[in-house]
């Protein structure tokens, strides 16, 4: 089995749930993009634009080797400007005002449309699957820095991002906030990841933070408790917690035959990840634990 063979091979469309109105502070617009992930295209579009990344809002994070397309907003800039910007492999469209900045988890879902190379039969449908946290979700070392600031090794942190360490604290805040948080959430994720490779016959799991009282066989491992992720150095970035549906449901699913294996398309809510959906799929019942590893 093979993936993104090239970005048109795995096409992400989000369903948005922003109001668009005809006024307010921020200017909404769809961004297409192909050969970034939300993040780098995102800081491409604000150099661009020449305002702060800190001005633009989305709701998730879209891979990188993939056509994607997502609701974004900047603030006070105008639908002229926004339109006159060109950037390759980004395009802008205007499509409305409102009051709120768009923020992580501001969508339904994604709908997918994605090829699958070297795949000889066709799968079965399933209805569900194991809701892990996928790759996207950790990207190299995003697991092992989160590791670092939950406990407090600032230094570290530093140091695997090849950060001055000279004054870690101060270094570490002078990444973009939003940047920061991923990190946690990568740790977060993991530890997720690894309770459920231990149990997965609830409904829910708690995502640990501060807010809850999550403690398992993995935390006590880890040697971390919920309050560690209370950040008083950072307190932006302290963790409240969350919880997880185990199982996640895919909708509108679709297989087809085509020259190259399979192609797929479906619909997955918020915080679920087509790559772990269709490694259930295709390696089913086989698929049963995903560990990624720092």
């Known amino acids: 089995m093979k993936l993104k063979q090239t970005p048109s091979d795995f096409i992400v469309k989000e369903k948005s749930n922003v109001v668009i109105g005809e006024k307010g502070d921020y200017t909404y617009f769809l961004m297409e993009k192909e050969n970034y992930n939300t993040v780098r295209a995102l800081e491409a579009v604000a150099k661009a634009l020449h305002t702060q990344f ?12 993939a056509i994607t397309s997502q609701v974004c907003s900047v603030k ?15 395009k802008l469209t205007y499509l409305g005002k409102g009051d709120k900045p768009v923020s992580l988890g501001d969508l339904d ?7 699958i190379y070297d795949v000889e039969e066709v799968p ?8 892990y946290y996928g790759p996207q979700r950790f990207g190299g070392n995003n697991a092992e820095v989160g590791r670092a600031i939950v406990k407090k090794d600032f230094k570290k942190a530093c140091n695997l991002l090849e950060l001055d360490d000279s004054n870690a604290v101060l270094s570490l805040r002078g990444l973009n906030k939003k ?16 309770s459920i490779n231990l149990d997965n016959s609830k ?21 971390i408790k919920p309050r560690d992720f209370i950040i008083r150095q950072i307190p932006e970035i302290s963790s409240e917690g969350d919880i997880r549906k185990v199982w996640c449901e895919v909708k509108d699913l679709e297989i087809e035959k085509v020259k190259e294996g399979i192609k797929l398309k479906f619909f997955l809510p918020k915080g679920s990840y087509a790559t772990v959906f269709i490694d259930q799929l295709i390696n089913a019942p086989k698929a049963a634990t995903y560990h990624p590893r720092f």
Not at 109 to 114: A, H
Not at 179 to 194: D, F
């Open 179 to 194: 940047v920061l948080t991923l990190y946690i959430h990568a740790y977060q994720s993991w530890i997720w990841n690894e």
């Open 76 to 90: 006070f800039i105008g639908k002229d400007k926004l339109e006159r910007t060109k950037l390759e492999g980004i």
């Open 124 to 131: 079965e449908k399933i209805t569900k699957f194991v809701n």
């Open 54 to 65: 800190r001005n633009i809002g989305f709701a998730g994070n879209k891979d990188k080797k």
């Open 203 to 223: 409904e829910e799991v708690e995502l640990i933070g501060f807010g809850n009282h999550f403690q398992n066989q993995i935390t006590k491992s880890e040697e």
């Open 109 to 115: 879902g994604n709908n997918f449309e994605i090829i």
